[in-house]
């Protein structure tokens, strides 16, 4: 399976629960390197901006406000397979379908407040990767 690239963010209800070290362990032992990352707290147009996509949908607003709610931990995670290794470490989007031992099952409060973001596929990734990062921002491993 090729090499591949993934946007990750955990979002501010995990952030608050103190569990960004808990999911990065997940990521590694999973077979993600983490080869960007940085905290920021997203401003109203950054988060509308990234979830432009679902600008029409009833909880467009409501995901808005809580994306903003607190600080996020966004990273590009690198590997085999990793788009679709990464969604299956993160679980279903609505918590009470997410597998025993994902990190939504584990940190999720809700379909709202689901503790992490991940791309879908390889065209998201690579807009979403770019959204947060310049390439120089990447750090691939070389040893
Ligand atoms: N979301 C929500 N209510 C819903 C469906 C989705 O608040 O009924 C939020 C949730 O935070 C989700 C995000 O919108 O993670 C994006 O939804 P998507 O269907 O793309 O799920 P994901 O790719 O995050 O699993």
């Known amino acids: 399976m090729a090499q591949e690239r993934t946007l990750s ?5 995990a952030v608050a629960k103190n569990v960004i070290g808990d ?7 999973g077979g993600l390197r983490i ?14 901006g990234f979830y432009a ?19 996020v931990m ?15 470490i993160m679980g279903a989007t609505n ?8 990190i939504r099952a584990d940190f999720a409060t809700s379909i709202d407040e689901n503790a992490v973001h991940g791309s879908d596929g390889p065209d998201t990734a690579k807009t979403e990767i770019a959204f947060f990062f ?5 750090c691939p491993r070389t040893r």
Request: proline share 7%.
């Open 9 to 13: 963010i955990i979002k501010p209800d």
């Open 23 to 29: 999911i990065y362990s997940r990521f590694e032992k």
């Open 35 to 48: 080869v960007a990352a940085r905290m920021l707290h997203l401003s109203r147009d950054q988060a509308e």
């Open 53 to 71: 996509v679902h600008q029409e949908r009833p909880f467009f607003r409501d995901l808005v406000d809580f994306m903003i709610s607190g600080p």
């Open 74 to 88: 966004v990273q590009v995670l690198e590997g085999d397979d990793a788009i679709r290794r990464h969604r299956d």
């Open 95 to 102: 918590p009470k379908e997410a597998a025993p031992g994902t």
């Open 134 to 138: 310049d390439d120089s921002a990447i």
